[in-house]
């Protein structure tokens, strides 16, 4: 009997062993499917992709830019004396020749008078001896000295006549006043600056995509937008096209804005329309699609269940899209979003199917 219960006590504690590493068999087993499934899953690169669209696109070359201010012009005296007239205050808006200040004349009005005098009398001198030495009467140096004492009375009527002019100053451009250096009364002297003048002609400057470079010239027509008047454009002309491109591979513009605003300031934000309309056929993608920058441009396509990468050209449309004209066909599957994990050979599931 008690054989009996040995026996049964075995085979219940064999039993329960088996049914323990069979148990933890089963989840070893589980254990590694899952982690099987986690490693396929994290490999597995969840995108979205599109089919490029065929179609002829028209547009207009428009960049973005900023106004700079024309160019700071420094007055300066001609002359010296006492400011007997000075007008005009900082930010004041000033036409080109309008007068701006006015130095004492009194002196050389007086000193102008004689030599008008002095002139005329040294032109008839020369006239009379010359009329004389046609028939011998003079000698040849006293004709000479006549000819010396005219051309001295014209270069100094000459000169003091500029000097009068020197006492008024004018504006050398339309503009702005920046700022004025004297006042009434005031002692100056030649070379002294008296005014800073910032001209009107305000410069709107825009950075250029080298696809499109090509199409600009200088003393083109633009329109130009300003993002603080939406309801107004102002006309302009390309001034100056640049020969470097910046590290985006975008060359400087700059365009004279021509009309008159004096809301316009140095700094403001807005837009060019360059009056080309470009007529291109291709497929359309979306900006986003495109790594790296567009002039060397590449995108993801899914092939099977991974993706390759391929270049592009691409030509910037607008802000959203590019046209591409070389690269793409029409059935490739462009992968939209998910590149951030991508790498050449990263599989990948489609998540917008």
Do not use: W
């Not at 700022?179 to 009434?184: A, D, G, I, M």
């Not at 470079?213 to 993002?227: A, K, L, P, S, Y």
């Amino acid at each position: 009997m008690k054989t009996v219960k040995k026996i049964i006590i075995i085979v219940i504690v064999s039993v329960i062993v088996a049914l323990f590493f069979y148990k933890l068999f089963n989840n070893k087993k589980q254990l590694d499917s899952d982690l099987q499934a986690m490693v396929e899953y994290s490999v597995v690169i969840p995108v979205q992709v599109i089919k490029p669209q065929v179609q002829e696109n028209s547009r207009f070359i428009r960049e973005s830019g900023v106004i700079r201010a024309g160019n700071e012009i420094s007055v300066l005296s001609e002359t010296s004396g006492k400011v007997t007239y000075a007008s005009g205050e900082a930010g004041e808006h000033v036409s080109a020749g309008q007068t701006l200040l006015m130095v004492e004349q009194g002196v050389i009005n007086s000193q102008l008078k004689l030599a008008v005098l002095n002139l005329k009398n040294a032109k008839k001198d020369l006239e009379r001896y010359k009329k004389l030495a046609g028939g011998d009467a003079i000698t040849e140096q006293q004709l000479e000295v006549a000819e010396l004492n005219y051309q001295n009375a014209l270069t100094n009527h000459i000169t003091l006549k500029k000097q009068l002019e020197n006492t008024t100053i004018k504006s050398p451009a339309n503009g702005f006043i920046a700022k004025r250096f004297v006042s009434t009364g005031d002692n100056i002297v030649p070379t002294m600056p008296v005014f800073s003048i910032i001209e009107n002609q305000m410069v709107f400057v825009a950075k250029v995509a080298g696809n499109d470079i090509r199409h600009i010239n200088t003393g083109q027509n633009v329109e130009i937008g300003i993002d603080i008047m939406p309801d107004k454009t102002f006309s302009g002309q390309v001034k100056s096209i640049g020969v470097i491109p910046n590290m985006s591979g975008r060359y400087e513009v700059e365009i004279n804005i021509l009309d008159y605003d004096a809301r316009l300031r140095e700094g403001q934000d807005g837009y060019v329309k360059f009056n080309v309309n470009l007529s291109e056929t291709g497929l359309t993608i979306p900006r986003k699609c495109i790594e790296g920058s567009i002039n060397d441009a590449q995108v993801y396509i899914q092939q099977g269940d991974s993706v390759i990468t391929r270049k592009v050209k691409a030509t910037l449309l607008n802000e959203t899209e590019v046209l591409v004209s070389n690269g793409l066909l029409p059935d490739d599957k462009v992968v939209l979003t998910g590149q951030i994990n991508l790498e050449e050979g990263t599989r990948v599931k489609v998540i917008n199917h």
